[in-house]
């Protein structure tokens, strides 16, 4: 008797429950509702790096690896200036802008959604039913649904741009130069096929960091 009165009140306790709610699973879906973001952290680094050595050769601005943490992964674009920075893990892939130290804004944030399982196959919720690709593992959906938008992005936004223009409150990619701004903090050269990297030699580590403000 004394035992099922603790269970009860168990139970009834909102930390049991919040405890509950966060263990149970959506429809579907491959991780619990909560915690499939850290759960899946391993393999999810594990595929990005797979991923990362076999696309650099395809993509225009080659990254690499600039720290590993418990949760995410950060790298940068090799050649370009050392503001910009990727930034890698189950919930996102971001592109970050830093000016003086401090993050000004975000050029790319990339939501990943939470992959669904239904009669053996895994897929995207999110996507409108016309643009639904069924994946039979995890690993496939990661790299064709996710890695790919990302490699897609670089591909079709930055290598174009030639400028990088940093705002006091935002940055943006330009393909022209643009004109001069009251809240212009910085306009920074970027790598282009014809001039691929204006930085060279034992200065350039150094020449980067001075053109993001350090």
């Not at 930034?87 to 990943?112: A, C, F, H, N």
């Not at 409108?128 to 490699?151: C, I, K, M, N, S």
């Not at 992005?153 to 330009?174: F, G, K, Q």
């Not at 701004?181 to 014809?194: G, K, M, Y």
Request: with cysteine; net charge positive.
């Amino acid at each position: 008797m004394k035992i099922l009165h603790a269970k009860r009140r168990r139970l009834r306790s909102k930390s049991y429950r919040a405890y509950l709610a966060s263990r149970r699973y959506s429809r579907g879906s491959v991780y619990p509702k909560s915690q499939w973001v850290y759960e899946s952290v391993p393999l999810f680094q594990r595929t990005f790096k797979e991923w990362l050595h076999e696309a650099n050769s395809s993509i225009g601005a080659p990254l690499e690896i600039a720290g590993r943490f418990r949760r995410y992964i950060n790298l940068s674009f090799i050649g370009y200036p050392s503001c910009i920075s990727v930034s890698v893990r189950p919930s996102e892939i971001s592109v970050w802008v830093e000016w003086q130290g401090e993050y000004v804004d975000m050029l790319l944030d990339l939501d990943l959604s939470i992959p669904v399982r239904s009669n053996g196959t895994i897929f995207c919720e999110m996507c409108l039913p016309e643009h639904v690709v069924h994946y039979f593992t995890l690993t496939d959906y990661w790299r064709g649904h996710q890695f790919e938008r990302f490699a897609q992005w670089v591909n079709e936004r930055l290598l174009p741009a030639r400028w990088l223009v940093i705002y006091r409150n935002y940055a943006r990619l330009h393909a022209d130069r643009p004109d001069s701004d009251s809240d212009l903090l910085a306009l920074i050269e970027l790598p282009t096929p014809d001039r691929p990297d204006p930085l060279r030699g034992e200065e350039q580590s150094g020449e980067r960091e001075k053109e993001c403000g350090t």
